[in-house]
């Protein structure tokens, strides 16, 4: 099973804020996304969602079936959240 972990960071000097989500195995795979921090959808959940969504494009691009956005479940983890896929019917 694949956990999508997301985070915010910060605005720098570089550049603006921005939620990265990142995906490993526990091994040597790993891959992650980085968004501009996305005004435009409702605080909370919402928010780290875009990066996760993200997430699935990437991870359906390389191959990957069952990456769906519409199968994703949320759980909050202290200032970020954590994305899990529905189980298959």
Request: charged share 25%; hydrophobic share 35%; with cysteine.
């Given at each position: 099973?694949?956990?999508?972990?997301?985070k915010?960071?910060?605005a720098?000097?570089?550049g603006g804020?921005?939620?990265?989500?990142?995906?490993?195995?526990g091994?040597?795979?790993?891959?992650?996304v980085?968004?501009?921090?996305?005004?435009?959808?409702n605080h909370?959940?919402d928010?780290f969602?875009?990066a996760?969504v993200a997430?699935?494009?990437?991870?359906?691009a390389?191959?990957?079936?069952?990456t769906k956005p519409?199968n994703?479940?949320s759980?909050?983890?202290?200032?970020?959240?954590?994305f899990?896929f529905?189980p298959?019917?």
């Open positions: 099973m694949l956990a999508i972990i997301t915010y960071h910060g720098t000097n570089r804020s921005r939620i990265s989500a990142t995906v490993r195995d091994l040597d795979w790993k891959r992650r980085s968004v501009p921090y996305p005004y435009e959808a909370g959940e928010v969602k875009v996760a997430m699935c494009e990437k991870l359906t390389e191959g990957f079936t069952y519409e994703l479940i759980g909050y983890n202290g200032g970020d959240y954590i899990v529905k298959q019917a």
